[in-house]
């Protein structure tokens, strides 16, 4: 009997003509049961299912009571309504923990907490923090949503409240919220159009420079200005655009995290002065400028526009910036498992883990491109150590994260940078011949995969980074010999993280939306050995 109305079920579903947002957003086929217009999937889910122009008739989710907009007339103009107010507060205090300070610099958390806590904070916010963190939630209104299904009702709706005829630091906020979700979304043209519309918006009210009355209000859109400068780099690197934010000469940088957690609106302005070496953020903005260059140098080498000499003398330059960088921080800013402690100690863990996260990143993608020379030449293959050393690096401070408490990270960006440091263990596997080496970096391959299978559960973004090691696996099958040389493939292997990617020279291959579902990609640490 089961099977008869399992069978009668799919007889009943028929495909839908335009697939809706949220099975969009997964990449699956869309279902509609005869004579309904919301889909299977929403309709279990209790979602929003829209499909463009009036969104559908409300329901009320049957195990989490959460309330879904309508098409009336009276629920257009209200919309979602917000969770309870417990779970509210505790999805914004998830944000600030999991997500603020890591992924960006939007908010001043005790402000924006007080306004939760009198109802006034703004909607379009709200609603954007919990699609990116009821999925970490454990709250049992949750308890029968797979984590990454949570994010889209709450989406929409932010999505549905952004007003951008209202020019605000607010509607900025928002902007950068949405395509931070856009991003883990895997829609890279949705995150690419919230990004640019968040940097010119600011950059026509000049809110670095706006003059306020309240100091603790420029000090919060100095932090989103430099976010956005920041998010830019990546961002437009990631989609092959000009970037967007112009160079402000003279403008502060973020004072240090401690002081501006504990800066209330009636306290006197802290003085920024000339040393900001305090501030993590900070450390952060100074480490992107040398990203930028990072970014500029790779692309000319995947041109083929500069001889290898040059390249050599380019990536000297910006390594030594990258040393001169790291000797320049106060010690309790090293890196140590003492000064993690100490940050951990402070709600400042994830925080300092993300910095290192960027250093180590940025090392390696540095020396990657020199992968394939450095080891067909007859030195002592200088670039591939360094490439290895901050591989190594970057794995070491993850697994350390995820063995401290209040260090942990889980936002999705560390499955990209994770994805490449696995494809240089890879490089050891192949080409060593040290057993000790082959050994240390067969383990970190095992360790990186576990900690992406956990980010899986989380993020739709992780479906691509899966697929991408099934590919690189691929690439290197064809052709080892060629498989870490700086061309076009690779710049779009190591920086278009939003987009796919498809087996190196087989660009025009049909057939290949398969390897986009993690399920399909059978890849395992056993695969590279």
């Known amino acids: 009997m089961a099977s008869f109305k399992s069978n009668k079920r799919r007889t009943n579903a028929m495909r839908a003509l335009i697939a809706c947002s ?91 907490i007080e306004q939760v806590r009198k109802g006034t904070a703004p909607r379009v916010l709200l609603f954007a923090m919990m699609a990116l963190s009821a999925r970490f939630s454990s709250n049992a209104a949750f308890s029968n949503i797979p984590p990454r299904d949570r994010c889209m009702p709450y989406y929409d709706e932010s999505t549905r409240l952004l007003d951008l005829r209202i020019n605000s ?142 390249v050599e003398q380019t990536v000297q330059d910006l390594s030594q910036k990258m040393d001169d960088w790291y000797a320049a921080l106060p010690e309790y800013m090293h890196d140590t498992p003492e000064n993690l402690q100490r940050y951990a100690s402070q709600g400042l863990g994830r925080i300092f883990v993300a910095v290192y996260l960027g250093y180590y990143h940025f090392g390696q993608l540095l020396f990657y491109q020199l992968l394939h020379e450095d080891r067909h030449g007859s030195g002592n293959h200088y670039y591939t150590n360094k490439c290895k050393f901050f591989a190594a690096k970057l794995c070491t401070i993850v697994y350390a994260s995820h063995a401290t408490p209040g260090c942990e990270v889980w936002y999705n960006m560390v499955g990209h940078i994770l994805v490449i440091a696995s494809t240089v263990q890879i490089h050891t596997l192949l080409f060593d011949t040290d057993e000790a080496v082959i050994a240390a970096a067969r383990s970190r391959l095992e360790q990186n995969f576990t900690i992406l299978m956990r980010l899986r559960d989380y993020w739709p973004m992780l479906e691509s980074c899966f697929a991408r090691l099934q590919i690189f696996h691929e690439v290197c099958r064809q052709n080892i010999d060629s498989s870490f040389r700086m061309d076009m493939w690779m710049l779009k292997f190591l920086s278009e993280f939003a987009e796919p990617i498809r087996v190196k020279g087989d660009d025009e291959q049909e057939g290949m939306v398969g390897l986009y579902s993690v399920e399909n990609v059978g890849v395992s640490p056993q695969d590279w050995v």
Request: aromatic letters at 6%; a negative charge; one cysteine or more.
């Open 22 to 112: 949220a099975c969009r957003s997964r990449r699956r086929k869309c279902h509609t049961e005869r004579g309904s217009s919301t889909c299977s999937y929403c309709d279990e889910r209790g979602f929003n299912c829209h499909r463009g122009g009036t969104p559908l008739k409300a329901r009320r989710h049957k195990n989490t009571g959460m309330t879904v907009q309508s098409s009336d007339s009276e629920t257009a103009e209200t919309g979602m309504h917000l969770p309870p107010w417990e779970l509210c507060l505790e999805l914004v205090e998830l944000y600030f923990d999991l997500i603020h300070d890591q992924f960006h610099s939007l908010f001043h958390r005790p402000s924006f």
């Open 169 to 310: 630091i607010t509607t900025i906020q928002a902007c950068v919220l949405l395509g931070g979700i856009s991003t883990t979304e895997d829609n890279a043209i949705t995150e690419s159009v919230y990004y640019t519309v968040a940097c010119r918006m600011a950059t026509l009210l000049d809110i670095a420079r706006k003059p306020v009355q309240d100091p603790l209000e420029q000090e919060v859109n100095i932090r989103v200005w430099w976010t956005l400068c920041m998010v830019d780099v990546w961002s437009s690197r990631s989609i092959r655009l000009p970037r967007q934010m112009p160079h402000m000469e003279g403008l502060p940088l973020p004072i240090d995290e401690m002081s501006f957690l504990h800066w209330r609106l009636e306290d006197v302005a802290p003085d920024h002065g000339d040393d900001c070496s305090s501030s993590l953020l900070a450390q952060m903005i100074t480490l992107n400028r040398i990203l930028s260059q990072i970014n500029d140098a790779i692309a000319e080498t995947a041109a083929g526009s500069t001889i290898t000499l040059v």
